[in-house]
């Protein structure tokens, strides 16, 4: 392993430079395309029946009347200050609505990420071991599935299947309305806060909601992730150490979770990042269906009625998740793997 | 050969087992229903003019008068104990009713009602109009209402409206009284409260509000301050739930005990099932199609005509509004004063066809129609464009969201929109205002009502419009609007395809439970659970 007190300060200086441009990019890319766009916010705010007066007063108030370029100046400044704006369908700070909607998303992305990594690593190990047997074709099946079926369809049929007609688990929501007030919200994430809290039925409760959309984000996680570990398990055992290995007598089991799995960990560190950060997203269709007050489901809304200060922040945070999630398995990347730093 | 990974399945059964089945039940003293609520934006009557807010300022707050929802043309006080009209109808005195309360504790005298009538007008956000069109402006509100003793108030008007008119306007959810000490507490400014309001409650309604969590969750309490029957549940309580099969799962489990937003599918599957009951009301909301008369094609009275009979309504009827509406031909929804049931129109592609080679346009023509991409209207939209087919007029649907097609549509530079109208208060005066009166056709009008939207300008029904406005005899202001639905049924650039039916599906064991024909005529407080 190198010295990682060499290693970081090259890397940061080089990464700071682009993220700070990454960033510009990306307030300039969403600020634009959501004043373009054919929809007027000032609508959101005054409604279908407003008056003329009325709806120029909002703009107005909105500072829309202004020329673009001054707009985005002056957003520019409010998000320097950490201002994200006022939300016009909630009422409240876009920071805050945010800081209370990404818990749910986190919880649930964290359990799909887990279930997916647990599963799909694995499965994609014994695919490769197997190429072409049973289990690499079964494992095929179940990854075509995973991309071609909606998700809005499967997490529908779950439902159905899990909650109405074996009642395995609970319905959609993210605790059952007797424990609403129960827990006290400290870190916004339920089963954490619960947990903390001592109240273990509502612990039971929040985790019974959880189960099947996290296991349904998972479900489409491990597709992915096991589909790619079955690539880079293939390709480092017909490396030249694996037959070296091999012909030392080393047993196959070490051969293959001890010196590949070990190789093919590093490229597959990037594979699960970015899942993460995809589920981190907000999966907006999940979220519908499981009625989950997350980010996907935040940023939907907020696209529809063009709440345009909703959607910039939540669009700046799933960016922030993305460049942060990217830099960190590329520093990982280029820590682990030494070819990839000159 | 590798050992075979056994622990995932270990993990899978572990996560199956710690999520057993829970107790899938309502709390007893609670109301729990399903709704899609993302329309909210603002909890203070004199701004909110969302369906969804509608209903809980209305279980919420009160207003001077209030009409019957079993019988709509009715009215009767809610906090007046009576009104009486001068001779010249211009003059309305009321009298409240005796040791009123907030829910904070705070007297409700005729010195909040004057404040909370004054406060909207002088806020002047977009349900104010409800109260500026009887004549009151912010330079002139202070001297029209006031406060003549603790529990009197008079109200002024600019001209002698019909009564039923004033009165229903008072109605209405901007007219709602507010806790005027504790908003001046609140007050940021010169707002009166209404940043506070937006989440907060000052009312003296049969609930109060406790929680609203923007797309999550909407708690009710009971308002133990309240002067009527006081509810019998403690507590209604509004899970935001878009998805109607997913309400409907809920509903089937008994985790709620109402679901307000099912798809018409979901509603037939729930017919004759013991555990389940349906509540239908036709609601004041009408679906129309509406004709740009900018289009120099449909600004021909043939092609108009045509359109009319290039609407397949039966089949609209039977298969995409079927359980969510009924055919409906009228500007007036049914169930409101002057209302007509007449359906002369239907589809009869051969007639369309000889208008339009009357109308000099025999080969047809291609038009675009902006749609909203939600059902039934996205239905609607193609079931239209197959059917003007027939008759040679090629349809584009252009899909768009609800705030993009509403923007262009404001901006009249669609062909044809489909459009929705809910009345926004019970009086006939609310649709005709929108749909026939036009002063100024001109890019620049101050007033754009739907009749400007669509660049269609009648003086003559104009004039009707406001001759009935001030018509003091109910039956001849009924009459003369049964007219004016003649008269615009020929001429007018709009289609009327068809009223809404609200259907809301409960569990058996709640009684009391009735949609309003209005958004803030659903009350709670009658429901109980057996």
């Not at chain 1, 929501?173 to 903390?196: H, K, N």
């Not at chain 2, 709620?256 to 599957?269: E, K, M, S, V, Y």
Request: proline residues 5%; glycine residues 8%; aromatic residues 8%.
């Amino acid at each position: 392993m190198p010295s990682l007190r060499k290693f970081l300060p090259r890397a940061v200086a080089r990464t700071v430079l682009s993220l700070a441009l990454t960033y510009l990019g990306l307030l300039a890319v969403t600020f634009f395309i959501g004043r373009v766009v054919p929809t007027d916010p000032a609508l959101a705010v005054a409604g279908d029946r407003a008056s003329e007066e009325q709806l120029q007063r909002v703009r107005q108030e909105l500072g829309l009347d202004r020329p673009l370029l001054y707009q985005f100046g002056v957003y520019l400044g409010k998000v320097a200050r950490g201002d994200l704006g006022q939300s016009l369908l909630t009422s409240n700070p876009v920071a805050e609505d945010i800081a209370r909607v990404f818990p749910a998303t986190l919880e649930l992305a964290t359990v799909g990420i887990v279930f997916g990594v647990l599963l799909g690593v694995p499965l994609g190990v014994w695919a490769a071991v197997r190429r072409g047997r049973w289990v690499d074709q079964g494992l095929r099946v179940i990854g075509l599935l995973g991309y071609s079926v909606p998700i809005f369809w499967l997490g529908l049929m779950g439902l159905v299947l899990f909650y109405a007609k074996l009642g395995w688990v609970a319905g959609p929501g993210r605790i059952d309305i007797a424990y609403e007030y129960s827990v006290p919200t400290v870190s916004g994430l339920i089963l954490l806060d619960a947990a903390m809290a001592g109240e273990w039925e509502a612990f039971r409760s929040a985790l019974s909601h959880l189960a099947l959309p996290g296991a349904l984000l998972g479900y489409f996680a491990m597709a992915y992730i096991s589909r790619m570990t079955r690539s880079f398990m293939l390709k480092e055992l017909g490396q030249e150490y694996v037959v070296a290995a091999r012909a030392k007598g080393l047993s196959e089991a070490r051969i293959v979770w001890r010196h590949a799995l070990r190789n093919a960990a590093v490229p597959l560190l990037t594979v699960i990042a970015l899942s993460y950060a995809g589920l981190l997203e907000g999966s907006v269709l999940t979220e519908t269906v499981f009625a989950w007050p997350g980010l996907g489901l935040y940023i939907t809304n907020a696209l529809q009625n063009a709440d345009m200060n909703a959607v910039l922040g939540g669009t700046l945070v799933v960016g922030t998740i993305f460049i942060f999630i990217n830099l960190l398995s590329d520093l990982l990347y280029r820590w682990l793997d030494p070819r990839t730093r000159s | 050969m590798p050992a075979a990974p056994r622990f995932p399945f270990a993990v899978l059964l572990t996560a199956l087992s710690l999520a057993l089945p829970l107790q899938a039940a309502t709390p007893k003293d609670s109301l729990v229903q399903a709704m899609a609520f993302d329309d909210i934006i603002s909890m203070d009557p004199a701004e909110a003019f969302e369906i969804a807010a509608g209903e809980i300022v209305g279980n919420t707050y009160e207003r001077l008068t209030q009409f019957d929802i079993a019988d709509p043309s009715k009215l009767s006080g809610q906090l007046a104990k009576g009104w009486t009209v001068s001779a010249d109808g211009r003059s309305f005195t009321f009298e409240l009713l005796p040791n009123l309360r907030f829910s904070s504790g705070n007297a409700l005298t005729a010195e909040e009602v004057v404040w909370s009538l004054q406060r909207a007008v002088l806020l002047d956000k977009t349900p104010a109009f409800i109260l500026t069109q009887l004549g009151l402006s912010k330079t002139n509100v202070a001297e029209k209402i006031r406060q003549t003793g603790p529990l009197t108030l008079t109200m002024e008007t600019d001209k002698a409206y019909a009564p039923s008119f004033v009165l229903n306007c008072l109605s209405a959810n901007v007219a709602s009284v507010l806790d005027k000490k504790l908003l001046l507490s609140k007050a940021q400014g010169t707002d009166m409260g209404n940043a506070w309001l937006k989440q907060g409650h000052a009312g003296s309604g049969p609930y109060k509000l406790r929680e609203w969590r923007a797309n999550e969750l909407l708690v009710l309490e009971r308002n133990d301050q309240y002067h009527g029957r006081k509810p019998a549940l403690v507590r209604a309580i509004y899970r935001h739930v878009k998805e109607a099969a997913t309400q409907r799962l809920l509903l089937e489990k008994g985790d709620i005990d109402i679901a307000r937003n099912l798809a018409p599918q979901d509603i037939d599957a729930m017919k004759g099932r013991p555990e389940v009951k349906l509540d239908a009301t036709t609601k004041g909301t009408i679906y129309y199609l509406s004709l740009n008369q900018k289009n120099p094609h449909l600004a021909k009275p043939e092609v108009r005509e045509a359109f009319k009979w290039l609407v397949d309504y039966e089949a609209i009827g039977a298969t995409l509004i079927k359980n969510i509406g009924v055919v409906h031909q009228n500007l007036l929804p049914v169930g409101m004063l002057g209302a007509a049931s007449d359906k002369p129109y239907k589809y009869d592609p051969a007639k369309a066809q000889a208008l339009l080679a009357k109308a000099g346009l025999p080969q047809g023509f291609k038009l675009t129609l902006d749609m909203r991409t939600v059902q039934p209207v996205q239905g609607i939209a193609e079931a239209v464009q197959a059917s003007a087919r027939k008759a040679g007029i090629k349809i584009e649907i252009i899909p768009g969201d609800g705030k993009q097609t509403l923007t262009k549509y404001r901006a009249r530079k669609h062909d044809i929109y489909i459009g929705e109208w809910a009345s926004d208060y019970w009086d006939p005066h609310s649709n005709a205002d929108a749909f026939t009166r036009n002063v100024d056709n001109s890019d620049e009008a101050k007033l754009k009502p739907l009749t400007w939207r669509n660049a269609w300008i009648s003086p003559e029904l104009t004039k009707k419009t406001d001759a009935a406005l001030q018509e003091r005899d109910t039956a001849k202001r009924a009459k003369a609007y049964q007219e004016i639905q003649a008269e615009f049924r020929k001429q007018s650039p709009f289609v009327i395809v068809y009223q809404q039916t609200a259907v809301a599906a409960l569990r058996s064991n709640v009684e009391g439970f009735r949609i309003g024909p209005t958004s803030d005529t659903t009350f709670l407080a009658p429901v109980v659970k057996k």
